[in-house]
């Protein structure tokens, strides 16, 4: 899964701090982040897979457990798309958030992935997401 976010001028050295934030995040007893992995039928590796994480946030009238579920990886390999691998790893997570407690899913659509997300029940929120960089 790692290898799937080459980008320009991007060297290696996010690899390592990220494997370990898998590993630490997957491990705790009461995990708040999950990974959905479809293996590759050959054997060579993972065909598709999705992450998620839960935050506690303030309770709101809609949402007033306050936990939210942020789902911020979902890769399928170009070869093995099309067969229902992504939507399985999509669905393996959103139970995972409601036998939680999560009251809300959000997450960031690429153009390619928003007629899943849709068929899936998530919707366009009114307000656009903003980034500022720190570093």
């Known amino acids: 899964m790692l290898q799937?976010?080459?980008?320009?001028?991007w060297n290696d050295d996010w690899r390592e701090p990220a494997l370990q934030t898998l590993v630490e995040r997957l491990?705790?007893?009461?995990?708040?982040?999950a990974a959905f992995v479809v293996d590759r039928a050959?054997?060579?590796?993972?065909?598709?897979?999705?992450?998620?994480?839960?935050?506690k946030r303030l309770g709101?009238?809609?949402?007033?457990?306050?936990?939210?579920?942020?789902v911020f990886s979902v890769v399928t390999d170009d070869d093995q798309r099309r067969q229902g691998y992504s939507r399985g790893c999509m669905n393996a997570?959103?139970?995972w958030f409601r036998s939680r407690g999560v009251g809300v899913v959000d997450l960031r659509a690429s153009?390619?992935?928003e007629p899943l997300?849709?068929?899936?029940?998530?919707?366009?929120?009114?307000?656009?997401?903003?980034?500022?960089?720190?570093?």
């Not at 709101?60 to 942020?70: D, E, F, K, Q, R």
């Open 4 to 9: 799937s976010f080459p980008q320009p001028g």
């Open 27 to 33: 491990s705790e007893p009461e995990p708040t982040m």
């Open 42 to 55: 050959d054997g060579a590796g993972l065909a598709a897979c999705v992450i998620g994480i839960i935050e």
């Open 60 to 70: 709101s009238p809609s949402n007033p457990g306050g936990l939210v579920g942020y």
């Open 93 to 95: 997570l959103t139970d």
């Open 111 to 113: 153009q390619d992935g």
């Open 117 to 135: 997300y849709e068929s899936l029940g998530f919707r366009r929120t009114a307000d656009p997401a903003m980034r500022l960089r720190l570093t």
